[in-house]
């Protein structure tokens, strides 16, 4: 017997859902480099995680950018969700307009930060999920005047 699944069928891929933000301050965005040994190690991305069993969305993102930049947001309004499947995962991604509260970054789970401007926010590399954001967010301009969301 072979299971489930027969020789030529491959078990779907696991699902996962991500909280993301975006937090703009002084016309510039803050993104975060995926650590050494993580999946998709080296590429940019927006802060965020994943999403414990019965967490909202908005409480990951505060938990999450507490452990990984040591900073407190006020999470604002869901501004995209973006659907992807990687050969072994297929991810659903929240991203959040998040205004910074407290704290100052430190790269505590991750392995770098910086602020961008709307310039080059394309110059950095990005996971799949995350890249298929980036037009739509250097077209908006109105998020990137006056440091983000009002």
């Known amino acids: 017997m072979l299971g489930r699944f027969s020789r030529m069928e491959s078990p779907p891929p696991r699902r996962v859902e991500v909280a993301a933000a975006l937090i703009f301050h002084q016309g510039r965005l803050l993104i975060t480099r995926r650590p050494p040994g993580s999946h998709l190690a080296g590429l940019w991305e927006f802060p965020g995680g994943k999403r ?3 967490e909202s969305f908005e409480a990951c993102l505060v938990r999450e950018l507490e452990e ?3 900073i407190r947001v006020g999470v604002m309004r869901l501004w995209s969700t973006v659907e992807h499947s990687y050969p072994d995962v297929h991810v659903t991604i929240r991203f959040y307009l998040c205004r910074w509260t407290a704290g100052e970054p430190r790269p505590l789970g991750c392995a770098a930060f ?12 990005f996971p799949p999920a995350d890249a298929r954001l980036l037009e739509q967010l250097v ?7 006056g440091g983000g969301p009002a």
Do not use: Y
């Open 139 to 145: 077209r908006s301009a109105d998020l990137w005047e």
């Open 114 to 125: 910086k602020w961008v401007d709307r310039r080059r926010l394309r110059r950095h590399q």
């Open 52 to 54: 414990e069993p019965g």
């Open 68 to 70: 990984e930049l040591g």
